[in-house]
């Protein structure tokens, strides 16, 4: 059963902060996701990566940096966090298209309140 | 551009009533489309695909390519399917497999 786990599922952060989420699956997945999730808006890419050290910018990427060094680990940096960043941030990962296998698999979420 | 459309954001029916939820897309070419499902302090999971023409759950979705629709469809809603509800997409030969997803609808079946 995969799993993917969040360091967080709630966070407290002051504005100004530098924020880290980290995400970790087990299943030897490729590609990982960040995410945020926000009422009306659904769930809005912030970054991928689709292999160690690679990184691609998805919808929203202003405001965040992404860091993998790992295979297994996926970080998520608010540089500089703002009450905007204010949301529930998903992580998700994902084996290489044509596994038969090859949905998102997604974890828990990390509710961040900036303040 | 590449973008899914859920125009309801909160779809309230009665047990035992028919349900749909509709999504709509818009994409040059054919994609691959997703129903994911998010119950009450749970994660989001996968619910059905396009490709796999299953029925989970009794959630049933058919690609209408000539509406660029996949809507999602249930005979008889059940209390428990209450939970909130996403259409994706997943265009072909991406780099990482991502998805684009839909605003989301919240469907609550009442009693």
């Known amino acids: 059963d995969v799993k993917v786990t969040q360091s967080s599922r709630y966070l407290v952060k002051r504005t100004g902060e530098k924020v880290f989420l980290e995400c970790v699956q087990d299943?030897?997945?490729?590609?990982m996701f960040w995410y945020r999730q926000d009422p009306g808006l659904g769930l809005r890419l912030i970054y991928f990566?689709?292999?160690?050290?690679?990184?691609e910018k998805g919808d929203i990427p202003e405001g965040y940096s992404v860091s993998r060094e790992k295979k297994e680990r996926f970080s998520l940096i608010l540089e500089s966090a703002s009450t905007n960043q204010t949301s529930m941030y998903l992580c998700?990962?994902?084996?290489?298209?044509?596994?038969?296998?090859?949905?998102?698999?997604f974890g828990p979420g990390t509710r961040l309140t900036v303040l | 551009a590449q973008r899914v459309t859920q125009p309801e954001k909160l779809l309230s029916v009665f047990k035992g009533a028919p349900v749909e939820l509709k999504c709509n897309y818009s994409?040059?070419?054919?994609?691959?489309l997703f129903w994911y499902v998010q119950y009450s302090r749970q994660r989001l999971q996968l619910l059905l695909r396009h490709i796999s023409r299953e029925s989970i759950k009794g959630f049933t979705a058919d690609l209408n390519k000539g509406e660029t629709s996949f809507h999602l469809k249930k005979p008889f809603a059940q209390e428990e399917d209450s939970a909130m509800y996403y259409c994706a997409l997943r265009p072909l030969y991406n780099q990482g497999g991502k998805l684009i997803f839909g605003q989301g609808t919240e469907l609550s079946v009442k009693p």
């Open positions: 299943m030897d997945h490729e590609n």
């Open positions: 990566s689709y292999d160690v050290k690679m990184k």
């Open positions: 994409y040059s070419g054919s994609p691959e």
């Open positions: 998700a990962s994902s084996p290489p298209e044509g596994t038969g296998t090859d949905t998102q698999y």
